[in-house]
Every structure is written in C-alpha cells, then in structure tokens.
T-cell receptor, first 117, second 113 residues
Framework: NAGVTQTPKFQVLKTGQSMTLQCAQD?????MYWYRQDPGMGLRLIYY???????DKGEVPNGYNVSRLNKREFSLRLESAAPSQTSVYFC????????????????FGSGTQLSVL | GEDVEQSLFLSVREGDSSVINCTYTDSSSTYLYWYKQEPGAGLQLLTY?????DMKQDQRLTVLLNKKDKHLSLRIADTQTGDSAIYFC?????????????FGKGTKLSVKP
C-alpha cells in the first residue's frame, strides 16, 4: 500500500525560482492537506482541499498556490521561492473532512525537505 | 484562537515509563489525538480519545484526558529505544481554524539504553 506519496524528497532552490511539490494518495480520500514543519514551530497548515474541486487557505498560505488536479492529486506551488520557505513540507489526506464531531484521521506522506538559498 | 502546548523534550531510560503532557484551549474539541513522527518520516496516528472518555488504554499506551483542566497525557509503559521519536498532540479546531487539526509543537522523546 503506497498511501500518500510525495515528490521530490529533497530540493534546493535559489531565491526567486519556482517549483511544484507533487502529492498523490491511493486511498480514495476526499480531503487533502499541505503542511510545513519548522523547528520549534510544529506543523502549520498551508492549504487544504476538502473535496475535489475545492481549495482553501490554512494558517500560512502566503507565497503558495495549490491545485487539486483530481481526487488523487494535490500539488503545492512556490511561484518565487524565498529563504523563509526553507522547511519540510508534508502532504496529508483524510477520508472526509467534517466540521462536526467526527474522528478525522490524517495519513501523511514522508515529506519534502526544501532549502531556498 | 486555538492553541496546543507541549514540552519540547523528554529523556527517559529504557524500561521506564514515559509521560508526555499536552494542554489545549478549545473546550469544544471532541477528539484529541497523538501522532508519532520517527526520524525522516511523516506523522503517523498513534492513538486518539473521544472527549467523553477519561482514559483509553491500548497495549503499552495509556491516554488520560482531564477535560476540566484541558490536559491530555500519553503514557508509554516499558519505553523502548524504538519509541524514540517526536510525539505531537492535536485537537480539532473550530471557528477560525474551520475544523482543521491544530498540532502542538511536538515533544522529542529520547530513550537511553
């Protein structure tokens, strides 16, 4: 079972370059998420997609764009990378995102380590 | 807004019990979670507790919830070197967080042989 697959695993960019982080899940999940993880900051939500065709901003969306290409794939784009975007990026998915009292379990990819010089 | 607080580090000896503590602010949280992150990997759901429960036990893991004090703890019995990881507490946020999970900063557990 592949689960959530992220590519690439590592990337080094120069300031101002652009790139797209890819994420795919094979669990037929409706909801997908992009987080960044920084030392001492925990995980912060960048964008999420509650279902195919919808995307919404999370806690730290500035400098990023996302595309929910289909039910399986959710990409994160950095249009003009900045050193402040040096981080480890995690994609996650869940079966159903519900604002009510449901037990939403997130499944995470193994992460992309991005350095912006 | 919602916030989840954890101590950043915990060091124990192999065979001892580990207790990782967490406080949260959203009293309307219905589920609270513990995720584990091993080096170089993503987070994995370890266990969770529903807010109408005080305790949940799952093999070596015991979760205690004090809803009045908004305090959650994870106890690992007979801690092994393989338990060395970062442990994240999480609650579901409401209002401004629109129902997304709010994670603490993580507690790094080091197990010494």
């Amino acid at each position: 079972n592949a689960g959530v697959t992220q590519t690439p695993k590592f990337q080094v960019l120069k300031t101002g370059q652009s790139m797209t982080l890819q994420c795919a899940q094979d669990m037929n999940h409706n909801s997908m998420y992009w987080y960044r993880q920084d030392p001492g900051m925990g995980l912060r939500l960048i964008y999420y997609s509650a279902s195919e065709g919808t995307t919404d901003k999370g806690e730290v969306p500035n400098g990023y764009n996302v595309s929910r290409l289909n039910k399986r794939e959710f990409s994160l784009r950095l249009e003009s990378a900045a050193p402040s975007q040096t981080s480890v990026y995690f994609c996650a998915s869940s079966e159903e995102r519900d604002r009510g009292a449901t037990n939403e379990k997130l499944f995470f990819g193994s992460g992309t380590q991005l350095s912006v010089l | 807004g919602e916030d989840v607080e954890q101590s950043l580090f915990l060091s124990v000896r192999e065979g001892d019990s580990s207790v990782i503590n967490c406080t949260y602010t959203d009293s309307s949280s219905t589920y609270l979670y513990w995720y584990k992150q091993e080096p170089g990997a993503g987070l994995q759901l370890l266990t969770y507790i529903f807010s109408n429960m005080d305790m949940k036990q799952d093999q070596r893991l015991t979760v205690l919830l004090n809803k009045k004090d908004k305090h959650l703890s994870l106890r690992i019995a007979d801690t092994q070197t393989g338990d060395s990881a970062i442990y994240f507490c999480a609650e579901r946020g409401y209002g401004g967080s629109q129902g997304n999970l709010i994670f603490g900063k993580g507690t790094k557990l080091s197990v010494k042989p």
